[in-house]
């Protein structure tokens, strides 16, 4: 009777004396202030600065394979590193910056930068490659040069993954993150992996792909061929398969604000005149297509990551004039700014005042 009684009471006894050596340890750890330290020790960690290691990659000059670019970034902020490194360390994932039209190779970099500032204040620690590609060039030109370059940036990415995969034996995670144009030569990406024999053999993905104010008609998602035509400058082909083929998560961030992207009663009117269709970016794929299901693809609204801020690039102009009044900026309110997605810099000393649409992606890398 007395035996059961001791067992039953056990636990109990037990658990007050853990409960007390608990107590003891961090009483004692307090009054000999080594408990302080290691809260002094945390905080400071969470202050130290997020740095981005920066890549940039080229096929300016029609250059037939991506060549790494030697020299500084931005204003010279930073010298750019050798791209040799990334297939010699193949750190664990890397994110891919595709920049729009029409951008010389200085503009370009100003936006590999503006992403990489706001990739250091949203604390995400990613090596980017940027990736200039010849966009300084008339509309249609440029949409001939972009679907180009989907097959260079493709063997690119395969030669990335293909070689830390059998010679480091790293699987590495490729994302990739475009604006507007640079839409275009993502799509004509992944229809580029999807022809390369070894990149299926080895099952290989891309971790995620982020379009941000896709300037794409919105068909383009489609998997069924037969949504395209709505359009006299239709591609004749839609990228659906190949999105959830290649891809383990793509996001589409749309903004119904963007003033290059929304049809307007009143000129300027841009993408909708140029193509007599919605592009991708204005307000999520076109109702009734046949699209990859949810888990792989979805739209996202950020509008209200555009602020009313009329100089994204910091060069003390205006992002987009009003070609028709002169002195007018056709930048006046929340999301109407086609510039912002990257972030936008201070016109004073050149940093970054917000983030742009970065948030979002960021929090879509942690939480897909
Ligand atoms: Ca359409
Ligand atoms: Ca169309
Ligand atoms: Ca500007
Ligand atoms: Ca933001």
């Known amino acids: 009777m007395s035996y059961i009684h001791i067992e039953k009471q056990f636990p109990q006894l037990l658990i007050f004396v853990i409960l007390a050596f608990i107590l003891l340890i961090t009483s004692s750890l307090f009054s000999s202030g080594l408990l302080f330290p290691i809260i002094k020790a945390v905080s400071a960690q969470s202050a130290v600065t997020t740095t981005v290691?920066?890549?940039?990659?080229?096929?300016?000059?029609n250059l037939p394979y991506p060549t790494s670019v030697q020299g500084n970034g931005y204003n010279n902020k930073y010298p750019l590193l050798n791209v040799q490194q990334l297939f010699n360390n193949c750190p664990n994932e890397i994110a891919i910056i595709v920049h729009g039209w029409p951008l010389n190779e200085t503009q370009a970099k100003e936006r590999f930068d503006r992403a990489k500032m706001s990739l250091e204040h949203d604390q995400y620690p990613v090596p980017i490659v940027g990736f200039s590609w010849e966009s300084n060039t008339t509309w249609t030109n440029a949409k001939q040069i972009a679907n180009e370059n989907g097959p260079k940036l493709a063997h690119f990415i395969f030669d990335y993954k293909n070689t830390c995969k059998h010679q480091h034996n790293k699987d590495v995670n490729v994302r990739i993150v475009a604006h507007s144009l640079g839409a275009r030569?993502?799509?004509?990406?992944?229809?580029?992996?999807?022809?390369?024999?070894a990149w299926n053999t080895n099952h290989f993905k891309i971790t995620s792909v982020h379009l941000m104010g896709p300037a794409v008609?919105?068909?383009?998602?489609?998997?069924?061929?037969?949504?395209?035509?709505?359009?006299?400058?239709?591609?004749?082909i839609v990228y659906g398969k190949f999105i959830?083929?290649?891809?383990?998560?793509?996001?589409?961030?749309?903004?119904?604000?963007?003033?290059?992207?929304?049809?307007?009663?009143?000129?300027?009117?841009?993408y909708p005149a140029f193509e007599g269709d919605l592009p991708l970016g204005y307000q999520g794929k076109q109702a009734g297509i046949d699209s990859p299901p949810s888990s792989i693809y979805r739209d996202i609204n950020v509008e209200n990551e555009m602020r009313n801020i009329d100089d994204s690039d910091g060069d003390h102009k205006c992002d987009l004039p009003?070609?028709?009044?002169?002195?007018?900026?056709?930048?006046?309110?929340?999301?109407?700014?086609?510039?912002?997605y990257f972030g936008f810099r201070s016109a004073v000393n050149g940093t970054l005042i917000d983030d742009g649409a970065m948030n979002v992606v960021v929090s879509n890398w942690r939480n897909p």
């Open 244 to 270: 959830q083929k290649e891809v383990v998560h793509f996001f589409n961030l749309y903004d119904r604000e963007d003033n290059m992207l929304k049809p307007a009663l009143f000129p300027p009117v841009y």
């Open 217 to 236: 008609d919105d068909e383009e998602v489609s998997r069924n061929p037969s949504d395209t035509g709505d359009s006299f400058l239709d591609d004749d």
């Open 53 to 61: 290691q920066p890549y940039e990659i080229t096929t300016r000059g």
């Open 322 to 340: 009003n070609p028709f009044i002169p002195g007018s900026c056709t930048i006046n309110a929340v999301g109407e700014n086609h510039l912002g």
């Open 185 to 197: 030569v993502v799509l004509s990406t992944l229809e580029g992996l999807n022809n390369i024999a």
